[in-house]
């Protein structure tokens, strides 16, 4: 028998605290709940390890070895893998340690293999499932934990664990297909950029050498042309040798790595998150795209939270910290400042203006039902559909805008070059 402190609500609402001798966590869950009460919280106390689950004393594990790197950070598609795994064997009504033993033995060496060893060990020593995983923050967030946590208290571990899989498998699935709609420009883009690069650093001097000998008067536009190829590829000396500035090739081709080091510095701080992430919605085209993406996200996440029971403002506080844009989540921090004093949650979101006057109506509709999980996750599973649209007619947009666009550079580069030759052909019929 171990020692367990807990937090509890009573009948009354009001939160009770105290400790209670039990085998394991879910032990400890059941006979607190046997007094009437709704445990909110449940730790083993330090140095009184519970028995483990067989009722042998359970000594203080060595720790393991094999996990391999722990650094970085747990890959989402890992977690998700790890997360069907575990509830489909908490279904088939598997000790949790066991389960947690067999996945963490076929796990391959890598950050999430170190996690798991820490969550056996805490596990074994007699904490509960979601206080363990607390403790490996690179692998489980505070979503997952708070998810987990309440499986536990409602004796239906097995089935969150269902739902949080499929809420990853579904968040994986949007993120993918948003990232696989920018694989084509971006390559396209790139090796647009390293072609005309080429041109200029090896195709425009030679012309420009032969425009030089003959002594043509070069156009505008060729002139222009002409002074972006040496700052392109750099002035030569007389002598034919490379100059000492630095030719703008070497620009072009940091400039990507530049802006990101400069995207991540602005977004480090408050203010520069807050404009960038504005900036982004509001963006022509992409803003859309991305505005129907962070609302299918937050309702998702929201509504998840709220099927598996965690308590409304500490749903919204969580889903306002994994929305990933600034406005929503100021826009949610209203809400949650909004429910707290007893007030509506369409209100608040109404006047930020950060979701259509659809979404907040729905909402509305929920919160006079009774039924907003359900309602949640109807307006993610709409608006997830609707990315699926936008992705599709974004690149149906951007493939022939491309094309002009491209061909619009050539040609102006054909024309540039092929000015001076008629002006040299002339000149040399007239001679």
Known sequence: ?????????????????????????????????????????????????????????????????????????????????????????????????????????QTKPGPLKVCLLNVTEEVEGGASLSEAMSKSPKAFNKLYTKMVNAGEIGGVLDVILQRLAEFMEKAQRLKRKVKGAMVYPIVVITIAIVILTFIMVAIIPKFTKIFEEFGVKLPALTTGLVRVSKWTGGPLLPDGNPGQQIPGAVFIGLSPFIFIIFWKLIRKAGPGKAATDTVLLYMPVMGKLIRKTCIARFTRTLGTLISAGVPILEAVTITG??????????????????IREGESFAGPLRESKTCSPIVTNMIEVGEETGEMDAMLLKIADNYEEEVDVAVDSLVSILEPLMIVVLGGIVGTIVVAMFLPLVAMIESLQTS
């Open 1 to 105: 028998m171990g020692t367990f402190t807990y937090e509890a609500l009573n009948s009354s609402g009001k939160t009770q605290k105290g400790t209670v001798e039990a085998n394991d966590s879910a032990d400890a869950i059941a006979r607190i709940k046997s007094q009437g009460l709704y445990p909110t919280q449940v730790k083993a106390q330090k140095g009184k390890k519970p028995e483990g689950e067989k009722g042998v004393p359970s000594a203080t594990p060595k720790k393991k070895k094999g996990g391999g790197i722990g650094f970085g950070r747990v890959k989402a598609k890992q977690l998700t893998l790890f997360t069907r795994q575990l509830s489909t064997l908490q279904d088939a009504g598997l000790p949790l340690l066991r389960s947690l033993k067999i996945l963490e033995d």
């Open 321 to 338: 910290e994994t929305s990933g844009n600034y406005v929503f989540e100021k826009a949610l921090k209203n809400v949650h400042d909004s």
